[in-house]
């Protein structure tokens, strides 16, 4: 028979068992509200997070097109006609056969198209002219069509410049409607309605079509392709390095 | 206590490494420029630019930010209170990134090499911080209470 002394030992044990499931129940308890509140919270704030990126209309906070006021000073006072950039009247004419989804045409447009802005063009030596070589994907097609849009209210080459400044990458899906319409805004597009109407017009698909065929009777592969047409003659010179180059070409054909 | 301060310190450490990340995309964003791609091409570009770049007109490392900032108050705080408002913020900061990461893959199918790098931050710091709350969390009581 267990003496008093272990009898009460054994109550003691006991109830120190029990006091310490007790508080490890109460700790448990603790721990699974504590992380249970921060799961529910956390779920609810990244569902809102996800709904609201998912609001399609995020033109607040945009910075709409980068570089507009840089490609207006690059071509104030510059006529413009339709496609074609420079003093009417002009002989020589400098063709670049161009994609804008090609990063090696926004290269050429940042470092080459200032210069033959700033020369030949400025000085009525020749005329430029963009052709919407499409080879890139569908979204070039797009994009063309809206540059090609734009020309209708003689925008073009402001279209043009700022897409080139803008330029996501190769079909990476960037040329959204919102995107095109920062574009035709940033390049001063005055009616917003006619121009997406003009988008849709027919004669574009022709004269993408026409320029696909020029393109391959001057044997082109590649874009910036560029033509220069004169009356002394047609030199074609694939993607030139400076406008020296072209500027020699200008010479040679006049 | 002392494995528990050495965790609230990693939490420290890593929000200030993902701070230092959302705080330059944030200056990049606000002065329009491109931030600088390690994974060559144009793919933060892409992201940076992309329609998804902006909640509600707040830019998303803006968020980050003050998702860090979080992850950096729960590591200072000590106790239950600390530990829970790390895991509430490793959840959101994990979950919102692991739904950016499937937009760059999925949707923009370009990868910023900086959100990637604040995506695997915001992981570790959701990882560290389950540690600490299970580990300690709950614990605290009476003085002379113990596990």
């Not at chain 1, 393109?215 to 910036?224: E, F, Q, R, V, Y």
């Not at chain 2, 420029?33 to 992309?50: E, H, I, R």
């Not at chain 2, 490392?61 to 490793?90: C, E, Q």
Request: hydrophobic share 45%.
């Amino acid at each position: 028979m267990a003496s008093r002394k272990e009898e009460k030992e054994n109550l003691r044990r006991q109830r120190e068992e029990a006091e310490r499931s007790e508080q490890a129940a109460a700790r448990r308890q603790k721990l699974f509200a504590g992380i249970g509140i921060a799961v529910l919270a956390a779920v609810a704030v990244v569902v809102g997070l996800v709904i609201a990126s998912q609001s399609g209309d995020d033109n607040g906070g945009g910075n709409g097109a980068a570089g507009a006021d840089a490609v207006q000073s690059e071509l104030a006072g510059v006529p413009q006609k339709g496609t074609v950039l420079g003093k009417a009247g002009t002989d020589v004419r400098i063709v670049e056969f161009g994609d804008l989804q090609c990063p090696a045409c926004a290269q050429f447009s940042e470092s080459v198209i200032p210069d033959l802005i700033d020369g030949p063009v400025k000085s009525g030596d020749a005329q430029l002219e963009f052709q919407h070589f499409v080879i890139i994907g569908p979204d070039s097609d797009i994009a063309a069509r809206a540059a090609l849009a734009a020309s209708e209210q003689d925008r073009y080459w402001e279209f043009i410049e700022l897409f080139y400044r803008n330029q996501g990458v190769e079909n990476g899906g960037y040329v959204t409607e919102e995107f095109l319409t920062d574009i035709a805004t940033g390049a001063g597009v005055e009616d917003l309605d006619a121009w997406n109407a003009s988008r849709e017009d027919p004669k574009w698909e022709r004269a993408i079509a026409d320029t696909q065929s020029e393109a391959a009777t001057l044997g082109l592969s590649g874009t910036p392709s560029i033509v220069v047409e004169g009356p002394g003659g047609t030199e074609v010179l694939g993607t030139p390095g400076s406008a020296g180059e072209i500027e020699a070409a200008i010479d040679s054909v006049r | 206590m002392g494995s528990e301060a050495a965790l609230r310190w990693a939490l420290g450490l890593l929000a200030l490494v993902g701070l230092g990340i959302a705080t330059y995309l944030t200056i990049v964003h606000y002065e329009g420029n491109d931030p600088v791609c390690l994974v060559g091409g144009k793919g933060c570009a892409a992201v940076q630019d992309s329609d998804y770049a902006t909640l509600l007109g707040v830019p998303v490392p803006v968020i980050g930010v003050f998702g860090y900032l979080s992850v950096l108050a729960a590591a200072a705080l000590p106790g239950d209170p600390g530990r829970f408002l790390g895991v509430f913020a490793g959840l959101v900061g994990a979950g919102f990134s692991v739904y950016l990461t499937y937009l760059e893959l999925f949707e923009i199918e370009a990868i910023c090499n900086w959100c990637i790098a604040s995506a695997v931050v915001m992981c570790m710091v959701l990882g560290i911080a389950l540690i600490r709350a299970v580990r300690f969390g709950g614990l605290d009581g009476p003085p002379g209470q113990e596990n």
